[in-house]
């Protein structure tokens, strides 16, 4: 009896990692081996970035916060410390797009800040 390989199911496996790596240069992009290792070594980079853009994003939050706290004659530690005393709860994403967009409205929130 013929040893049976699964030739539809590997193939497509094959086929799979292949189309993944599609748009790599050299024999990354065809050779299955090197497509192989290529394209987990990415799914490896994806996977971390995808959290790592998560605390990008909240140091450019930071970092806008605290350009408009200093307009404002404060810097952002005493700025989130003084919302902390004042039992203000507004998130660091909220407050950076007040601090861009609508800095009047930044302003009130450190002068209620720095009241209490």
């Given at each position: 009896?013929?040893r ?26 065809n ?7 290529a ?78």
């Amino acid at each position: 009896m013929p040893r049976a390989t699964q030739r539809v199911p590997s193939r497509a496996r094959r086929k799979k990692i292949i189309a993944a790596a599609s748009g790599y240069f050299g024999r990354k992009k065809n050779v299955f081996k090197l497509a192989k290792m290529a394209v987990d070594r990415a799914r490896q980079f994806s996977y971390r970035d995808r959290r790592d853009k998560k605390g990008e994003a909240r140091r450019l939050w930071i970092v806008r916060i605290n350009a408009g706290a200093r307009l404002c004659g404060l810097s952002y530690s005493r700025l989130i410390a003084a919302l902390n005393k004042a039992s203000i709860e507004i998130d660091r994403k909220i407050l950076a797009d007040l601090a861009v967009s609508d800095f009047a409205a930044f302003q009130k929130i450190t002068e209620v800040a720095k009241a209490a």
